[in-house]
């Protein structure tokens, strides 16, 4: 699978601005966004599938031994990359901070427009367990807990005439099993831990991503939504990332990807005189190891 993107960086001043148009272009309201992101370097390289047909010992989440882990395995059998463990928090809360839409002076807030702090979540993988992989936080984080996902992304194509990024990329749910035992058994180490939060909107195949980056620090421990909203963001100007991202399911043949290509120019075009889009950095999306 391939995935089509563009980028643009919203100021802090424009942004209610921003999701307000988002909202009437795409005909829906704003679904608050909050992720895990979990980063894993691998010590070694990966494992061939095992094609004996004889199970392999230890224990293994759903995606080991699947037609989706097997593919993964071999896309990234020639080199060395970082994985992405993604936790979906989203529907544990509202939005996060300030990150959410304004509503018309005229009317009230509504429930969907108020950050809801709720109870304890599951604690994010920082303070010790970053340091120790066998830390009970980090064994926590899993499908037991948060549903997730192990992401893959290659590196970038050369962009030449091309109007947006575009790169393979696989994507597998992990359905039961611990996440620890999957990574470890691949050989992959963590590296570092940030939570993404904003907004989703979805435009005809486009899914469209209006966010902040907040790095987790080591420590402190983070143990509430609360505790969330009080670190600082990557991006110290307040900025924001819009993205917008399309996938094509065989990016081998020309016609689909032209067909995601010309989608994401129209969104482009709409957007034109409000916000600059652009495919992004190759260099700087490169997840291979060095």
Request: aromatic share 6%; net charge negative.
């Amino acid at each position: 699978m391939h995935e089509l993107l563009l980028f643009g960086v919203v100021g802090p001043n424009q942004h209610d601005q921003i999701l307000s148009l988002l909202a009437g272009l795409t005909a829906m309201q704003p679904v608050p966004l909050l992720e895990q992101h979990h980063l894993f370097k691998p010590t070694r390289a990966p494992a061939a599938p095992n094609t004996s047909g004889r199970p392999n010992p230890g224990p293994r989440p759903g995606p080991a031994g699947t037609e989706a882990f097997g593919s993964l395995v071999s896309q990234i059998s020639n080199d060395l990359f970082f994985l992405s463990l993604v936790g979906d928090l989203s529907g544990r809360r509202k939005g996060i901070g300030k990150i959410r839409a304004s509503p018309p002076p005229s009317e009230p807030a509504e429930e969907s427009d108020v950050v809801d702090h709720g109870g304890p979540i599951p604690p994010p993988l920082v303070g010790n367990a970053a340091k120790d992989v066998n830390h009970p936080d980090f064994a926590g984080f899993g499908a037991e807990n948060i549903p997730c996902t192990l992401e893959f992304r290659d590196l970038p194509d050369v962009i030449g005439k091309k109007p947006a990024t575009s790169r393979l990329m696989s994507s597998i749910p992990v359905t039961e099993g611990q996440s620890k035992a999957f990574l470890e058994a691949m050989g992959y180490v963590h590296v570092s831990s940030h939570y993404v939060s904003g907004y989703t909107l979805s435009h005809d195949s486009t899914f469209i991503r209006l966010f902040k980056t907040f790095p987790v620090p080591d420590p402190p421990e983070i143990t509430s939504l609360k505790e969330i909203d009080e670190l600082p963001a990557l991006d110290q100007s307040g900025s924001y990332i819009l993205e917008l991202s399309l996938r094509v399911q065989d990016g081998s043949k020309p016609e689909m990807m032209q067909r995601g290509f010309d989608e994401l120019v129209t969104l482009q075009t709409a957007l034109k005189g409000i916000i600059e889009l652009g495919p992004g950095d190759r260099l700087a999306m490169d997840p291979r190891v060095r």
